[in-house]
T-cell receptor, first 113, second 115 residues
């Protein structure tokens, strides 16, 4: 099982639609979780951290399910500008006082007019 | 204003010719990272510095080296680039190590092409 796994998509959705992405992680001791967005040929940019209680930022909602080891990202009222690749990122303890940050391969979203 | 700055944005070098990519930050963060990202793949961590302490990933080729002369600057040196090293190279920073659960801030990246 891959450490951090995402459906690569692409997800093609019409403007105004609601779309949800899931990301599963294999290390049950994982500690911190993030969603980044990456536009084509650009750098990853932090979208939001994911907290145990779930968190919302405008049209974006992130949830964490530790029991099932997945995080989700919900985008409501999709805009054309939401078209990007969404990267799931997980921090895990890797031993000897070190922590490892692992990226998923990303889920590509295309919002269509 | 950009807080993590990478230069150049695009770099073309010849097969086997050493190349250096640079990264600077105005955030005064303790940790600086170098990633390699190829098309449709996740960023792959090459190494990171926690302050002056260098941490190499086990699978990073010896061809890749790094220097951090001060808090603000970090360099990626590729001693003998091969065709397989063509990629986007991303520099990132975080205030503290990953154990503190802090996000990383990325520069715009340098896209390296090998002729």
């Amino acid at each position: 099982r891959k450490e951090v796994e995402q459906d690569p998509g692409p997800f093609n959705v019409p403007e105004g639609a609601t779309v949800a992405f899931n990301c599963t992680y294999s290390n049950s001791a994982s500690q911190s979780f993030f969603w980044y967005r990456q536009d084509c040929r650009k750098e990853p940019k932090l979208l939001m951290s994911v907290y145990s209680s779930g968190n919302e930022d405008g049209r974006f909602t992130a949830q964490l399910n530790r029991a099932s080891q997945y995080i989700s990202l919900l985008i409501r009222d999709s805009k054309l500008s939401d078209s990007a690749t969404y990267l799931c990122v997980v921090t895990s303890y890797s031993g000897a006082g070190s922590y490892q940050l692992t990226f998923g391969k990303g889920t590509k979203l295309s919002v269509i007019p | 204003d950009a807080m993590v700055i990478q230069n150049p944005r695009y770099q073309v070098t010849q097969f086997g010719k050493p190349v250096t990519l640079s990264c600077s930050q105005t955030l005064n963060h303790n940790v600086m990272y170098w990633y390699q990202q190829k098309s449709s793949q996740a960023p792959k961590l090459l190494f990171h510095y926690y302050d002056k302490d260098f941490n190499n990933e086990a699978d990073t080729p010896d061809n890749f080296q790094s220097r951090r002369p001060n808090t603000s600057f970090c360099f990626l040196d590729i001693r003998s680039p091969g065709l397989g090293d063509a990629a986007m190279y991303l520099c990132a920073t975080s205030r503290d190590g990953q154990g503190y659960g802090q996000p990383q801030h990325f520069g715009d990246g340098t896209r390296l092409s090998i002729l």
